[in-house]
């Protein structure tokens, strides 16, 4: 899945408006952000195989660092206390947990059975969504016009900066979603890797746009500025 992990962080935003698009984006693509790294240093391996889903060429060999239940979960947990430590933000570390945790579902229900319980486990999880392109793009385009419609609401307009850099990246991530469903397999697995590691682009984007709209927070989270945001 990708604009899906995107959807969940924007809807994020209403349930955590203390902390920045920019960490809950991270959080939801943290599996994803990693994994580059593990693929460059050969201790994880994707081969590019056409047609081994309706949706990517990608054939997901091993990862069990970055995609094991049991990893995600630990990522999970690393990620929510380092979050926690830097801000004291309850709610915010329990966001930011499941968001990481989440990546791993939604790669459940989209991969075929690659997803490892644990590393070194035999068993392995997947239910397929990505056998059906249609499927896929209704999924995850119902989740990300979710989470950017719940997003609109939650973080409400400062400049005008704020109104298009978001448009100008939601129309971007559509047409890198476009360009991965109908466009040809990468040429080997190191730019698969090199692609990946742009993702922390999207991430420092999203802080961009956060500093740029204004937060409504419920009267029991008390005071708060956008430069609070983190």
Do not use: C
Request: proline content about 6%; charged content about 15%.
């Amino acid at each position: 899945m990708f604009i899906g992990h995107f959807g969940l962080g924007l809807a994020a935003k209403k349930v955590s408006p203390r902390t920045s698009l920019g960490t809950l984006w991270m959080a939801a693509q943290f599996l994803d952000l990693i994994w580059p790294l593990l693929l460059l240093a050969g201790v994880e391996r994707v081969e590019i195989d056409p047609g081994n889903t309706a949706v990517t060429p990608l054939d997901f060999v091993s990862y069990p660092i970055s995609h094991s239940l049991l990893a995600a979960m630990g990522w999970a947990f690393l990620f929510a206390g380092i979050y926690w430590i830097a801000t004291h933000y309850n709610t915010g570390a329990f966001w930011v947990w499941l968001l990481v945790l989440s990546h791993w579902i939604l790669d459940a229900i989209s991969h075929r059975p690659d997803l490892p319980l644990y590393p070194g486990s035999s068993h392995l999880i997947g239910w397929g969504l990505w056998s059906s392109r249609l499927d896929t793009v209704i999924v995850e385009g119902a989740l990300f016009i979710w989470g950017a419609i719940l997003y609109r609401r939650a973080a409400q307009l400062r400049d005008g900066v704020g109104r298009y850099a978001f448009r100008t990246l939601v129309v971007f991530l559509v047409l890198v979603y476009l360009g991965n469903l109908l466009g040809p397999p990468p040429p080997n697995t190191r730019s698969v890797a090199l692609l990946g590691l742009s993702g922390w682009l999207l991430i420092v984007w999203a802080y961009w746009i956060d500093r740029h709209r204004q937060v409504v927070v419920p009267r029991f989270e008390g005071e708060y500025s956008p430069e609070s945001q983190t």
